[in-house]
């Protein structure tokens, strides 16, 4: 019996490779911006929503959708941006 390879499956095109986005270093490991971005803006997000309304389960369902909203929005705009 013979071992399958799994490098045979795998067909990579080169017009097809990712473009890197902007990164940022921190703490020593390099994060694209846009997870940064979304990150801080969901933590900030969560502080000014607490304050205001004191529920926890207001605070996780907005924070969640700002970081989600942000994450792939800027993830997207990156992509079009570099002509991916």
Known sequence: MTAANPTAFVEVRSEARH????????????????????????????VLVFALTGSGLVVAWTSAAVLLATWWGERIWFSHRRGV
């Open 19 to 46: 473009t890197p986005t902007p990164t940022v270093e921190v703490a020593g490991v390099r994060w694209p911006v846009h997870k940064l971005h979304a990150v801080l803006l969901a933590v900030v997000v969560a």
